[in-house]
């Protein structure tokens, strides 16, 4: 089960950190992804860290140097730290798990069809 906290009404420019907690399997042995989807447009892909053995952490480009995705064994959770955000940001967001054994790599991270299991989402509404 993934479940996703840290969402909220924020101002442009301001920060927020997303969390996404596991319960029921290890975070870091598959990949993990960032999702969000605004109101009338489809799921995109927001950022992906791979495990722990594979490697690899990917952003799109929208969000690419404002957002940072981490991971934090201990506590089997992975953040998604947003700086400078924007009104185009708002979005409902979601984490995703790919299963066990599963793997994505640069061109297929952001396919939610990759992905078997989903969090139930947070909202980031941003605006002055």
């Known amino acids: 089960q993934l479940v996703e906290s840290g969402g909220g009404f924020v101002q ?15 975070l870091d042995h598959s990949p993990i992804g960032w999702f969000r989807q605004a109101p ?53 967001y979601y984490c995703a798990y790919t299963g066990v054994g599963g793997t994505v790599v640069e061109d297929t991270w952001t396919d939610v069809d990759e992905y078997d299991d989903w969090g139930q989402g947070t909202q980031v509404p941003v605006a002055s």
């Open 40 to 92: 009338g447009k489809e799921r995109e892909g927001v950022s992906c860290i791979a495990s722990s053995v594979d490697g690899g952490i990917w952003y799109a480009d929208s969000v690419e140097v404002r957002f940072t995705i981490s991971r934090d064994r201990a506590k089997n959770t992975v953040y998604l730290q947003m700086n400078s955000l924007k009104p185009e940001d708002t979005a409902v």
């Open 12 to 26: 442009p420019g301001e920060s927020l950190k997303l969390s996404c907690a596991a319960s029921g399997f290890t």
